[in-house]
């Protein structure tokens, strides 16, 4: 260990080496606390302030009962007149996923029947489900259609694991973002779980309306997005 320089440095700096060296490539779990105390021979509190940093510094990422990871580059995601989960992702040149994790008719709540401008209490079929890249979830999202034009579009989602294509097959061949509202809230246990992140880290929320060509409101969504795999950019298209 060089002198003057604290030692929670010198083994942030060893392992920031290690990783632009390819010693450890995105992806790649690294030794655990202890392995990594025993090698550079100081205690796991020495160990965990170095690892701390570099998750600040967005080089490493920890998942609860899994371990230490490098982190992957992240998906830029465009927030744009069309949002698109699966081309944005295949146009990234990832491999995009979606798996639904639950398909009901429920009755539309205020929110809801607000964005969709139909009356509190109507029949909507809610599609929850997560979507991933590369294999990895990246997001959580809840989207609400009216029963009434769209009664069968979870069948289609399952069948094609794309909204967008769902919704081509019932006459929406486009759809445009009429408005998009962005925050930051922390997860919830159950959000995590589906995200493979800790409890209570932040995350980042949109709330969406989607309008046909006609300016009709055809869905409305509610996306959860990890911060650490996912950032949005806002385009004027």
């Given amino acids: 260990m060089a002198d ?17 060296s390819g010693t450890y490539r ?61 081309q944005s992702v295949s146009a990234a040149h990832r491999l995009p996923g979606r798996a639904v994790l639950r398909a009901e008719t429920v009755q539309a709540d205020k929110i809801v029947s607000e964005n969709l401008k139909i009356g509190e209490g109507t029949e909507v079929v809610l599609i929850e489900s997560v979507g991933e890249v590369d294999r990895r979830p990246v997001s959580i999202a809840c989207s609400y259609f009216p029963a009434s034009r769209f009664r069968d579009i979870a069948q289609h989602v399952l069948e094609t694991q794309s909204i967008t294509e769902a919704l081509s097959r019932l006459g929406v061949t486009d759809y445009t973002r009429s408005m998009t509202r962005v925050s930051a809230i922390l997860s919830t246990a159950q959000v995590a779980r589906h995200l493979q ?27 959860q997005f990890a911060g650490d795999w996912v950032q949005l950019v806002v385009s004027q298209d």
Avoid: C
């Fill in 4 to 20: 003057g320089l604290a030692i929670w440095k010198q083994i942030e700096q060893a392992l920031t080496a290690d990783m632009v």
């Fill in 26 to 86: 995105p992806g790649d779990q690294l030794p655990t606390e202890a392995q990594l105390s025993k090698r550079f021979g100081v205690n796991r509190h020495t160990v965990r302030r170095a690892v701390s940093s570099l998750v600040d510094q967005g080089r490493l990422r920890v998942e609860q009962g899994r371990g230490m990871f490098v982190q992957e580059n992240k998906l830029d995601y465009p927030m744009g007149a069309r949002v698109r989960f699966t």
């Fill in 197 to 223: 992140i800790s409890p209570g880290r932040p995350i980042i929320q949109t709330e969406g309306t989607d309008v046909d060509q006609h300016g009709s409101p055809i869905s409305y969504n509610v996306s």
